[in-house]
């Protein structure tokens, strides 16, 4: 591990309240929730990435992954998954659709789309721990991203 | 008869021809004949004038010698007024009979001969009268000479008449034998003549009445043909038209003249063509109208005509120009069927379309609603209860030893009840997208498929290891494979999961082919079911267990009867309570891609 884990950035793009604490409680059992940042919606999302005035603590280096719901208020999630992967400087975050959706279709969008991963949430809390703690340990200290 | 004979009227012809030249012949001969029997006749007649001249003369000569012989013996000048008179004629008749004769040589000599004897004896005559008048011895003398003497001019003139006569005699003769010859000649010749026409105008008047006859029948025939025709094409059962080049109806049958409803007279030589059709069809109709005039038929052509009434008649026309053999127009030649009934049946088709494309679009309103009514179920309701049992857990974990034993407990069933619910959000899910999938056919091997979802199915079950399945041979069937596993799958697991608490769980698999479809049976020895409920058995969420003995969502068995609906098969299962139950499933034999 060549940097330390306070410095890793991750983007959870959540509307739901409640989806959105048990997520972090699950990262915080890997010690990520220092760096998650929490939007409701894609539009603050977006102006997130794009480093605009709202979120002035935001560091200069985007974020090392994405956490993306499917159904989000304002700009879908899968609206703000095209123009990540539309985007030269963005392209190369992983982004991960968390989403309640099973649906062939959303999935099939989403891969024609380019995201990296896609993970229907579990209803049973261990297992929803255990998927989303999984995904932080694999995307996050797993897994290598070019440099920028 | 008439058939060996190529040609009655020519040969009739032929005959009436032969007879006018046989009669025309016969009357140049015959006017030749008559000419030579007019010309004969002359001859005739004047050998007979020569002969009365010659007889007359002579006895006027002798009228003369007797008056002259009265007077000599009685002195008596009354008898010489014969005497006299006869002088007076008898050189004139010389003369004349001279004249007659003047062309025939031979007698023209004679009668002057004749004529010098005449003289002589009636110069005699005067001397002898002249000597009776004074009686002398010389003069008795001399009278005796004169009488002698004139008796001897007269035994002459009787010789030169006799031979005159005999010459006239002899012609009359020749000419009558010339003439029965000429007659036996004459009528054969037109006795045959005659025959011969009679019998040639007679052949060709029987000839020319057997092609009478013959031409009478054969018109008769021809007006019975024609009546046929026109009765045809009158009363056919279509309405048949023709035009002239600028479009005024110059025929029609009665079929059209009743579908329009006008009388003929109405029609015929006063209507145009463009009268009869609606307006909106008017450009369309003038157009295909100037096409046919150039050659191009009239093909199918949808046309709204007009009743007298006003009303509309939809019909289909097809027509055509006819031309002369020089290839001059002479009309057209149109066909109308009546389009009414077809109009309606395409206004149902067309009514019945809307409605089933009406009935379509809310169909696919209703199935969009569903659509977004099962994915907001798997959405929406699934975040709530990931809410209820996440922070139940946080409860538990954070809470520990704060919470006595029931809190723990309550807890326990808040989550056990979550998980039943999404669950059942599961299978509701999974049956939904039954219905939607699209479908993959291929031919699947059932045998393979079970080999291949068995060990899944018992694993997934409590006891499904103490399950035995009896697998017989399956027979091949078209389908989508997946949603056959599916099928498979459920009834499998129903048939463990019922049996797997019998003494001896068994479950059978078999399939067999009866008449066009294929039937596979999944059998258990396990509790079964009561019959009475059997209506329920394929509905979704419906069950006839307890959750608490057999747990389940009620979903399985409808997934397996849409599926197979899906494929054109029928799904129905038998069973008693406590006796085991048999499922069955049946695929069309001829099912596929092409189906």
Redesign the interface.
């Known amino acids: 591990m060549d940097e330390p884990v306070e410095s890793v950035e991750i983007l959870l793009v959540e509307d ?1 309240p ?2 959105a604490e ?1 997520t972090r ?1 699950a990262l915080e059992k890997h010690h990520f929730i220092n760096r998650v940042t929490w939007v409701k919606d894609g539009a603050e999302a977006l102006s997130y990435l794009y480093g605009s005035d709202t979120f002035p603590d935001r560091p200069d280096r985007p974020p090392r992954l994405i956490l993306l719901d ?2 989000l208020p304002k700009l879908d999630g899968i609206e703000v998954l095209r123009r990540i992967k539309a985007d030269e400087s963005l392209k190369h975050i992983p982004v991960v659709m968390l ?6 279709k959303d999935l099939v969008e989403a891969y024609r789309l380019g995201v990296n991963s896609y993970i229907v ?6 297992e ?1 721990v255990k998927t989303v703690s999984g995904i932080g340990f694999y995307w996050v200290l797993t897994n290598r991203v070019p440099e920028c | 008869m008439i058939s060996l004979i190529p040609n009655p009227r020519r040969v009739s012809l032929l005959m009436i021809f032969l007879a006018i030249g046989i009669l025309l012949w016969m009357g140049v001969v015959s006017l030749h004949f008559l000419e030579s029997f007019l010309h004969e006749s002359d001859r005739v007649e004047h050998s007979w004038m020569v002969l009365t001249s010659v007889d007359r003369l002579f006895s006027e000569l002798q009228d003369a010698e007797t008056g002259e012989r009265g007077y000599i013996i009685t002195r008596t000048t009354s008898f010489l007024s014969p005497y006299q008179s006869a002088v007076k004629e008898v050189r004139g008749h010389v003369q004349d009979l001279e004249n007659i004769v003047s062309d025939r040589p031979g007698q023209k000599a004679r009668a002057e001969k004749l004529g010098r004897l005449v003289n002589k004896r009636l110069s005699l005559l005067e001397n002898g009268v002249a000597l009776g008048e004074g009686v002398s011895p010389q003069n008795r003398v001399a009278l005796l000479t004169v009488m002698v003497r004139g008796k001897e001019i007269m035994d002459q003139i009787r010789q030169v008449t006799q031979s005159m006569k005999s010459s006239e005699y002899l012609r009359l003769r020749r000419r009558s034998l010339q003439f029965f010859r000429t007659k036996k000649k004459v009528l054969p010749f037109v006795g045959s003549g005659l025959a011969a026409s009679i019998l040639m105008i007679g052949l060709s008047a029987v000839f020319l009445s057997r092609e009478i006859d013959r031409r009478l029948q054969a018109e008769q025939k021809a007006r019975q043909y024609g009546d046929e025709i026109r009765n045809l094409y009158d009363y056919a059962p279509c309405g048949y038209q023709s035009v002239d080049e600028k479009g005024t109806i110059i025929r029609i049958n009665e079929t059209e003249l009743v579908w329009l409803g006008y009388q003929r007279e109405e029609i015929e030589g006063i209507k145009s063509i463009f009268d009869l059709v609606s307006p909106e069809d008017q450009a369309g109709y003038r157009e295909a109208f100037q096409g046919m005039l150039r050659g191009e038929p009239v093909r199918d052509l949808r046309l709204q005509f007009l009743r007298k009434d006003g009303s509309r008649l939809p019909v289909l026309l097809n027509a055509s120009v006819i031309r002369g053999t020089s290839g001059k127009f002479m009309s057209t030649r149109g066909v109308l069927l009546d389009m009414t009934e077809k109009q309606k049946d395409e206004e149902r088709i067309l009514d019945l379309n809307r409605t089933l494309s009406e009935r379509n679009v809310q169909l696919e309103v209703t199935n969009g609603e569903l659509e977004g009514f099962s ?1 907001s179920v ?3 309701l ?6 209820i ?6 409860l538990q974990e954070d809470y520990t030893g704060k919470l006595d034993a029931e809190g723990e407990r309550v807890i326990g069933v808040i ?1 056990s009840n ?2 039943k619910m ?1 669950n059942l959000i599961d299978d509701l ?1 999974a049956f939904s ?1 039954m219905g939607k999938k699209a479908f993959s056919w291929s031919l699947v091997d059932m045998e393979a498929l079970l080999h291949e979802i068995l060990p899944g199915v018992l694993s997934g079950s409590e006891r499904g290891y103490a399950v035995d399945v009896s697998l017989s041979a399956l027979p091949e069937a078209w389908g989508d494979r997946t949603l056959l596993t599916q099928v498979w799958a459920n009834l499998l697991a129903n048939a463990v999961k019922f049996s797997e608490k019998s003494e001896k769980p068994t479950v059978w698999v078999e399939g067999e082919t009866i008449e066009e479809d294929i039937v596979y049976t999944v059998r258990d020895n396990g509790v079964g079911f009561d019959m009475q409920y059997y209506d329920k058995l394929f509905k979704v969420f419906q069950r006839l267990h307890a959750q608490a003995e057999f747990p389940g969502t009620g979903v399985g068995l409808a997934i397996v009867q849409r599926v197979i609906s899906r494929h054109g098969g029928r799904v129905w299962a038998e069973s008693r309570p406590g006796e085991g139950a048999s499922f069955h499933f049946s695929l069309p034999k001829r099912n596929g891609p092409a189906v």
């Open positions: 739901n409640d989806d048990l409680r499917f159904k989403t309640s959706s099973s649906e062939e949430k579990p209803v049973e809390f261990e929803f | 994915y798997s959405h929406d699934r975040a709530p209860l990931r809410a049992d996440g922070f139940s857990r946080i989550r979550t998980r999404s899910l997208r």
